[in-house]
């Protein structure tokens, strides 16, 4: 993604921009290009990937496989995963160029309004990750036709982001991550149609994250993934598992910026957490490298907005700095860090390799240029310098999930009388505009998961036995069954709640 960055002379001289505009769109586009044909460098051994899930999207040979670019991740089908949808193959001149394996098929959604994956997770902090790969899998030339290509992602009930692909070149890949509280044994990530083309999805990623982590994430925040930059000099244009063990994607700033006067630094002494700091884990190889100044100029900009996939305007940002000196003669670093014209951190120094991460205790910020800056103070007698930034969009989990009990005995009914509604999909009654047909679900209880009041199945062509699952819905009041072909007894259960039952 475009990396705007400007660094300015000591004295009040001419501003250097260090990068073509005109390079942009490329660069959005090189770095999963380039990664799959490098190996990505190992520091130790790889960690667990216990608790990944890795789908290849629209994949029909089950088998699961390990992609040789990313090294000890297994990954598999999603068929199981989703109901619906149909499979397509990127177009044949993209496969050689699929930046991974998984980017080569996907599953599109012509039908429905909503549709919904459902991952299995534990309870707890999780990165979420979906991949886009287009490929022009329809022929239909969709991302460069010249309409918009827009279609939106939830996680669980709530909004989590757009997908633009206008005018993007249909080669590209690009990824939305978000860091959420899986609320209990599964995180569902929906796909929404807004009538501006169909949507598809190429990957789907699930990682594990220690619960010490991001810890202004919580069940009513989530935070989505706005930039994750390693500075110094990158051999990969994403650094991911194995050197970060909860694979994050980091970009490599020095793909865009790796020209005077823009030095790296170095070093293969360890960088340490200080003990007990868990909050980040940035790898030790990622705080091992720096990018810094010729030390003739006091400061730079990291402009993480551009890009039309990205707009800042309307966004709440929590960015996140990681420091470590490294340079081992240094004596004296210090420098203001600000957003946007907000000084967030005055006169910080860095520690002698140990990292620093400075944020807000998760305040976001309305940034909408999406700039910050890194100025040397009057004092200092190096210019600033930085080994790795994360910035972070925030997603609010206001809409619950209905009540887990109610979920559970809708499936059954919904598995037992085989009902394939096209809008049953997802959660039953959140967000309201797409609750399941038929359903009427009761919101009025602030800070409670929504509960299925009313249930109307009539002139459904259900068959066979009447299921007692609704009779434990301990919340049914109006149960209409009518016009249907059910056959047998009554179960003899009695829902204190029912008030009207219509067979
Ligand atoms: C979409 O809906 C149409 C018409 O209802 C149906 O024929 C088709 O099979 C559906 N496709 C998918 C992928 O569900
Ligand atoms: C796709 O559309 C763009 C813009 O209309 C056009 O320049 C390009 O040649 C088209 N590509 C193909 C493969 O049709
Ligand atoms: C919550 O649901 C309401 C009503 O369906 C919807 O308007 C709103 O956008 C949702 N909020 C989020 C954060 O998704
Ligand atoms: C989540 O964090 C926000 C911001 O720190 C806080 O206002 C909110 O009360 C927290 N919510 C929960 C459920 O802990
Ligand atoms: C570290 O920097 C030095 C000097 O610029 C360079 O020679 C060396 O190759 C770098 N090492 C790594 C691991 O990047
Ligand atoms: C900064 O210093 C370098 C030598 O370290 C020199 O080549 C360069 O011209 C200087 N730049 C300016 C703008 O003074
Ligand atoms: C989507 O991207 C296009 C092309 O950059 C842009 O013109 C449009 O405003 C974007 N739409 C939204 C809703 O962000
Ligand atoms: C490292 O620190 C020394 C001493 O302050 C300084 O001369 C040198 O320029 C620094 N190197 C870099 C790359 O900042
Ligand atoms: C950077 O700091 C210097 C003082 O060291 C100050 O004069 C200058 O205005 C600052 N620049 C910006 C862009 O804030
Ligand atoms: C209803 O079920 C009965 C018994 O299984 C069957 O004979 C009858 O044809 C069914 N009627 C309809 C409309 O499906």
Redesign the pocket.
Known sequence: MPLACKALQKPKAAMAIINSASTKLRWILAPLLVLAMTTTRVHGQPSSTSGFISLDCGKRNNTPYTDSSIRGIQHQSDAGFVEGGLTHQIAAVYMAGAPYESQKTLRSFPNGSRNCYTLPSTPGKKLVRALFTYGDYDGLNRTMDGSPFLFGLHIGANFWEAVNLTNWDPSSTIWKEVLTVAPGDSVSVCLINFGTGTPFVSALELRPLQDSMYP??????SISYFRRIRFGQATDFITRYPLDPYDRFWEGWSFSYNTYPWMTLNTSSPVRRLPGDNTFQVPEGILQQASTLDTNYSFFEINVAVGPNLDAKNLQLLPIFHFAEINISNQNRRFDIYSDNDLLFPDFSPSRFQADSMHE??RFLHNPTATFLLNKTRSSRLPPLINAFEVYSLVRMDNLTTDADDVNYMKEVKKHYNLARINWNGDPCSPREYSWEGLTCDYSKRNQNPRIVAVDLSTSGLKGGLIISFMNMASLENLDLSHNNLTGAIPDYQIKSLKRFVI
């Open positions: 202004f994430v919580n069940s009513s925040v205790n998760g």
